[in-house]
């Protein structure tokens, strides 16, 4: 297959395919990316951190949902100048997709991994020194050099080492050859809330970790801890660089939809009525008769389920739209469909498109809103969707 770009494609961690950048309805079910919606956010991020911050796209888990390949490139054409991931096959189907720009890999890798890093030349978080060990031996080999960042946990207590081991580590693995160490990071636990209190106590211990490294003579080149929320709310925490992740996609980094917000959400999810029919008054509907019905209902039945990645938890309390009106779902969400309630809309016919997530008419229903159904954030909606939802993309100007 050829992607649109002209590009051969390969086999990848996430085989969701690269289709055509066209809004027409060509499935059953898909979802929409608008590129250009992926480029104004990028642009707005840009403008609000400034020219002089290095801006990491992260575009982990499929770029959120949403394409990894696909938001790689247009965030690094509309103002990204480096890539995050969590996980090496990540930077590699990146780099397989012909993206050159900096990739850093955020997670753990196993030792049979390092030579994945040398080879496809992709920036390493490194906290053992048996990692650091090993792939500088692999870059000594190849006469490359292998560039790591340090991650220091400041309170979020998952990778990472603590703040008192940082300049001793250091100082062990400073002494290897073919190492560039490059960058030195943390990560906020709760940047996306109101309170900032425990945000900035995160930043001083970093701040001190920063002055401890630099006394001890380790010159770090690029400090990071900012994600979204932090780069949007708190400018003093932008330091060399920001990790953008949510954001990029317009999606609210603390899940609550602000209607004055310049972001602007790119994924539309999308599908048809499949059938339409009226059932009698007593009739149950779908699995575990959980829904039935008190008087004659129309019904229409959407061809969208947890087997796409829309949650089963949307049972009896998510809604969709049609012809700019919603639709409440009635009974469970099986693997392959659900049914909905289309009383009070007029003119409904089968293979009328449904919207999931976006917008319709003058009415829309946003990932936050999503989530809150199947009570999870709107990080989980999007990645959610699974390799079956075909991604058709709309290109940027």
């Given at each position: 297959?050829?992607?649109?770009?002209?590009?051969?494609?390969?086999?990848?961690?996430?085989?969701?395919?690269?289709?055509?950048?066209?809004?027409?309805?060509?499935?059953?079910?898909?979802?929409?990316?608008?590129?250009?919606?992926?480029?104004?956010?990028?642009?707005?991020?840009?403008?609000?951190?400034?020219?002089?911050?290095?801006?990491?796209?992260?575009?982990?888990?499929?770029?959120?949902?949403?394409?990894?390949?696909?938001?790689?490139?247009?965030?690094?054409?509309?103002?990204?100048?480096?890539?995050?991931?969590?996980?090496?096959?990540?930077?590699?189907?990146?780099?397989?997709?012909?993206?050159?720009?900096?990739?850093?890999?955020?997670?753990?890798?196993?030792?049979?991994?390092?030579?994945?890093?040398?080879?496809?030349?992709?920036?390493?978080?490194?906290?053992?020194?048996?990692?650091?060990?090993?792939?500088?031996?692999?870059?000594?080999?190849?006469?490359?050099?292998?560039?790591?960042?340090?991650?220091?946990?400041?309170?979020?207590?998952?990778?990472?080492?603590?703040?008192?081991?940082?300049?001793?580590?250091?100082?062990?693995?400073?002494?290897?050859?073919?190492?560039?160490?490059?960058?030195?990071?943390?990560?906020?636990?709760?940047?996306?809330?109101?309170?900032?209190?425990?945000?900035?106590?995160?930043?001083?211990?970093?701040?001190?970790?920063?002055?401890?490294?630099?006394?001890?003579?380790?010159?770090?080149?690029?400090?990071?801890?900012?994600?979204?929320?932090?780069?949007?709310?708190?400018?003093?925490?932008?330091?060399?660089?920001?990790?953008?992740?949510?954001?990029?996609?317009?999606?609210?980094?603390?899940?609550?939809?602000?209607?004055?917000?310049?972001?602007?959400?790119?994924?539309?999810?999308?599908?048809?009525?499949?059938?339409?029919?009226?059932?009698?008054?007593?009739?149950?509907?779908?699995?575990?008769?959980?829904?039935?019905?008190?008087?004659?209902?129309?019904?229409?039945?959407?061809?969208?389920?947890?087997?796409?990645?829309?949650?089963?938890?949307?049972?009896?309390?998510?809604?969709?739209?049609?012809?700019?009106?919603?639709?409440?779902?009635?009974?469970?969400?099986?693997?392959?469909?659900?049914?909905?309630?289309?009383?009070?809309?007029?003119?409904?016919?089968?293979?009328d498109e449904v919207i999931l997530i976006g917008t319709q008419g003058d009415e829309s229903i946003r990932a936050e809103e999503v989530s809150?159904?199947?009570?999870?954030?709107?990080?989980?909606?999007?990645?959610?969707?699974?390799?079956?939802?075909?991604?058709?993309?709309?290109?940027?100007?």
């Amino acid at each position: 297959m050829i992607d649109d770009w002209g590009l051969d494609a390969v086999e990848r961690p996430f085989p969701i395919p690269v289709l055509c950048m066209s809004k027409s309805d060509k499935f059953t079910t898909f979802a929409e990316i608008d590129l250009g919606t992926i480029a104004h956010n990028v642009r707005l991020l840009r403008e609000q951190v400034g020219l002089d911050v290095e801006m990491f796209a992260v575009v982990k888990a499929n770029g959120y949902g949403h394409g990894a390949l696909a938001a790689a490139r247009t965030a690094l054409a509309h103002g990204a100048s480096r890539l995050a991931v969590a996980r090496v096959a990540e930077g590699v189907e990146l780099r397989e997709g012909g993206i050159d720009a900096p990739i850093l890999v955020m997670g753990y890798h196993i030792p049979a991994e390092s030579g994945l890093f040398v080879d496809y030349e992709l920036t390493t978080t490194v906290n053992t020194a048996v990692c650091a060990q090993t792939l500088s031996a692999i870059a000594k080999q190849q006469n490359k050099t292998a560039t790591i960042h340090v991650k220091v946990d400041t309170g979020m207590g998952r990778y990472g080492l603590l703040p008192d081991e940082i300049a001793p580590f250091l100082d062990e693995i400073s002494q290897l050859p073919n190492l560039d160490i490059e960058g030195l990071y943390t990560h906020f636990a709760v940047a996306d809330e109101a309170d900032k209190t425990y945000s900035r106590q995160q930043f001083a211990i970093f701040q001190d970790v920063l002055a401890r490294v630099e006394a001890a003579g380790h010159h770090i080149r690029l400090r990071h801890a900012a994600n979204s929320a932090a780069a949007l709310e708190l400018p003093e925490m932008r330091l060399d660089g920001v990790r953008a992740g949510i954001a990029l996609y317009g999606l609210e980094p603390n899940n609550v939809f602000n209607p004055e917000s310049l972001l602007r959400p790119a994924l539309t999810l999308k599908s048809h009525v499949a059938r339409l029919r009226t059932l009698p008054a007593g009739s149950s509907i779908s699995y575990g008769r959980t829904y039935t019905t008190t008087r004659p209902t129309p019904v229409a039945l959407i061809p969208v389920g947890y087997g796409d990645g829309y949650h089963r938890l949307h049972s009896n309390r998510g809604c969709v739209l049609i012809r700019g009106q919603r639709a409440p779902i009635v009974g469970r969400v099986c693997m392959d469909q659900f049914v909905v309630d289309v009383t009070g809309i007029a003119g409904v016919q089968q293979d009328d498109e449904v919207i999931l997530i976006g917008t319709q008419g003058d009415e829309s229903i946003r990932a936050e809103e999503v989530s809150r159904w199947a009570e999870t954030i709107n990080y989980e909606v999007t990645t959610s969707l699974l390799p079956r939802v075909p991604r058709v993309y709309i290109a940027a100007d």
